[in-house]
């Protein structure tokens, strides 16, 4: 089950580039069909985290929806054989012009943010002659106890609408012409290790569906997003998340309406095992106090650890048995923040040698970017 690296491969190839075990992906896809077996369960794929079109395909074929959140997200997924009608659009600033394409493509479902919004969509419909389907994002005021950066489920975040405010939009929801409520929207941040703030967001959801029920109103869907956590540290001990854990949660702890659909939106948990950014040792540096050791990739190609203080695992995959040594191991961009470890200790490292920064898959080269004007990093997959 573990990546194996193809290094006699790898050593013709100009680094840095993303590798893709597919074999990993499609066990990673097996696994989350087999375990979100309840059949009202749907799950559709967070874009966000990796739209490469090789990774994409898989997807896609294994019968998951996608979760986008811009048009742009929507036309890759059209592009990649994804259903309209199995995209659902989230995200606190569209567009009138990406409202209008996901109108185009009868989306599944627009998570709408705001008021404003959802007077806008109802708009561009009523225009349009179509229905849009929606859901009402809520910001339910969970502590997903993750970095600051990706905790979205709190009252001082910009997603999603309060509980104080909710009423008022589901009443304005069942008002406005060409609008169909479908559901509830949440999603309460991501990298999510425990298992307390689902627990305590299906306790919030029930209160909810039983206070609305009492009032006439049910919901045909509940949109739970996405957020489970990965093992970043130990890549080859959990190479497939929990994912068993997580949807006996929610089978054990929400209380599903039988003809109810229950939406998951996975981005990192089924992509981040699956991807290493490949780097190449330029030089060993004796520095004063320390080691550095420079490659060749940089912020511009992984920005995790620079945006987030996230850490990848380094592993030397040249020499993965030598003697173990300390480095810093840091890239070649301006910037004291380009630096992917502290005191690393790594089998010693000599120019020339291949580094895999593991657990890449998500968030990894969809992030890349142009800075220091270097080309955006390629990507090669495992047969
Ligand atoms: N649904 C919504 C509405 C989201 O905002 C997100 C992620 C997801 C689903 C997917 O969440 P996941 O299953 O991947 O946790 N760039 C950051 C992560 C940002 C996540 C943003 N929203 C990182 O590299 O850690």
Not at 68 to 73: A, I, L, N, P, Q
Request: hydrophobic share 35%; proline share 5%.
């Amino acid at each position: 089950m573990m990546t194996r690296f193809p290094i006699e491969e790898f050593s013709s190839l100009q680094t840095p580039f993303y590798f893709y075990d597919l074999k990993l992906l499609d066990r990673t896809l097996k696994e989350i069909k087999r375990t979100a077996r309840d059949s009202r369960f749907k799950v559709h794929y967070a874009i966000k985290a990796n739209a490469n079109p090789g990774i994409l395909r898989y997807i896609q074929a294994a019968g998951f929806g996608v979760d986008c959140v811009s048009g742009w997200e929507i036309e890759t997924a059209i592009e990649a054989g994804f259903r309209g009608d199995r995209i659902v659009f989230a995200g606190v600033g569209k567009s009138d012009n990406e409202i209008r394409l996901g109108l185009e493509k009868d989306i599944e479902c627009f998570n709408v943010e705001s008021e404003p919004e959802l007077r806008v969509i109802s708009q561009i419909a009523t225009e349009m002659g179509k229905t849009a389907r929606i859901a009402i994002r809520v910001n339910p005021n969970i502590d997903a106890h993750t970095h600051a950066y990706i905790t979205t489920g709190l009252a001082e975040n910009k997603f999603g609408i309060n509980l104080e405010m909710l009423p008022g939009m589901v009443a304005l929801a069942c008002t406005l012409p060409n609008i169909e409520l479908k559901g509830l929207h949440f999603h309460i941040g991501s990298q999510i290790t425990e298992n307390e703030p689902f627990v305590m967001l299906c306790e919030t959801i029930n209160r909810l569906q039983d206070e609305y029920e009492s009032r006439g109103i049910t919901f045909s869907s509940i949109n739970l997003g996405g957020g489970l956590g990965i093992d970043y540290a130990h890549p080859e001990r959990h190479p497939i998340p929990d994912f068993e854990g997580y949807f006996t949660t929610f089978h054990n702890h929400l209380h599903i309406r039988p003809d109810q659909e229950v939406h998951f939106e996975l981005g990192r948990s089924v992509v981040a095992q699956c991807g290493s950014l490949i780097t190449r040792v330029l030089y060993v540096k004796e520095g004063t106090t320390k080691k550095f050791a420079i490659v060749d990739a940089g912020m511009s190609d992984l920005i995790r650890p620079a945006l987030y203080n996230a850490h990848h695992k380094i592993e030397n995959i040249t020499n993965p048995n030598g003697e173990l040594h300390h480095y810093d191991v840091v890239g070649p961009i301006c910037e004291s923040s380009d630096c992917f470890g502290q005191d690393e200790t790594l089998p010693a490292l000599k120019r020339g040698d291949l580094l895999a920064l593991r657990s890449a898959g998500a968030y990894g080269e969809i992030m890349a970017s142009r800075y220091n004007c270097r080309p955006f990093p390629p990507s090669y997959f495992s047969e």
